[in-house]
């Protein structure tokens, strides 16, 4: 059974940097692509960032192109997320996926329990 793990969030400060990371386990982990998607409450789950498995091909949504990074390991089943320029707005629960293709909901097979980002003003 495929397990997913985030780590990392906390409370930051308006234009500080945060680094989250997300570990998956399981027989098939390797076989998927890797992403994140966040959620504010009240809102629906929004894509945030993703990586092929296979190309290294990059997906980052328009809300946090240029300030956010996508990076992967693939040896240890390993995502992480580098925000920089954080803005209050990037507040919501984090939340680490995989799926063949990672972009919307709707191709997430696995998802992680969240993890708390906090940008305050």
């Known amino acids: 059974q495929v397990q997913v793990v985030e780590s990392g969030g906390g409370l930051v400060k308006a234009g500080g940097s945060l680094s989250l990371s997300c570990a998956a386990s399981g027989r098939s982990v390797r076989t998927y692509d890797m992403g994140w998607f966040r959620q504010a409450p009240g809102k629906d789950r929004e894509f945030v960032a993703s990586?092929?498995?296979?190309?290294?091909?990059?997906f980052y949504g328009d809300s946090v192109k240029g300030r956010f990074t996508i990076s992967r390991d693939t040896a240890n089943n390993t995502i992480y997320l580098q925000m920089n320029n954080l803005k209050p707005e990037d507040t919501a629960v984090y939340y680490c996926a995989l799926g063949p293709t990672i972009v919307t909901t709707r191709q997430v097979k696995y998802w992680g329990q969240g993890t708390q980002v906090t940008v305050s003003s």
């Open positions: 990586k092929s498995l296979t190309g290294n091909r990059l």
